[in-house]
């Protein structure tokens, strides 16, 4: 189980708070059925804490290009739509030219494969080239259990981690959270920069 539903009365504004506090997210309002009065609820949703212990990486295979590309379309297609517009083919072309087979790897969580990572290794960092989870498995803390799977890899060989982000997109908060710091900048992105003994 990766997430609980709960619900709580409008009014009640005391459960609302402890909801919140353990990280509930309303999800919808909804009625009642009438035998159980027919007033009207809020529905929360609390996604339970990522074990790091379920979560595996794999070295890619040629047949997992389609899975990488369907995810990174998924999870990137607002951001090009609003900057560039979205074009298909433009889009296929520019992933099958960025995308590394011998660089790559598939993240799994409990046995289901949910994401992909690109990351490659130069003289005094390892540049995380992206990382993308598949929609239904955001918000549960995967992706921060997996940026530190590669900030400790980096650390064992005394390097830091490397990593260009576009300007809207919201992963920059997690990226300052875990100790990552604006190096520069160009019209589209910021690149930032943690080193190996750098503190969250």
């Not at 609003?82 to 960025?98: C, P």
């Not at 799994?108 to 990382?131: N, R, S």
């Not at 300007?167 to 930032?192: H, Q, S, V």
């Amino acid at each position: 189980m990766t997430f609980v539903y709960v619900t709580a009365r409008p009014d009640n504004v005391a459960s609302h708070t402890v909801i919140r506090a353990n990280g509930g997210r309303l999800v919808e309002r909804f009625h009642e059925p009438a035998a159980y009065g027919g007033h009207e609820s809020l529905r929360f949703r609390i996604d339970l804490k990522v074990e790091a212990t379920l979560i595996t990486l794999r070295s890619a295979q040629r047949d997992d290009f389609a899975f990488c590309r369907r995810v990174k379309h998924d999870t990137m297609h607002w951001i090009v739509e609003q900057l560039f517009g979205w074009d298909e083919k433009v889009q296929a072309e520019r992933f099958a030219s960025q995308w590394r087979l011998d660089e790559t790897r598939i993240i799994a969580y409990a046995g289901d494969e949910v994401g992909w990572l690109q990351t490659k290794a130069a003289e005094d960092a390892l540049f995380l080239a992206g990382i993308y989870l598949d929609t239904p498995f955001h918000g549960r803390g995967i992706g921060t259990q997996v940026m530190q799977i590669v900030i400790d890899e980096a650390r064992r060989d005394g390097k830091a981690v490397t990593l260009g982000v576009v300007k809207i997109n919201p992963a920059r908060r997690l990226y300052e959270r875990l100790g990552f710091r604006t190096t520069g900048e160009d019209e589209y992105k910021f690149y930032m920069r943690r080193e190996a003994d750098a503190m969250p």
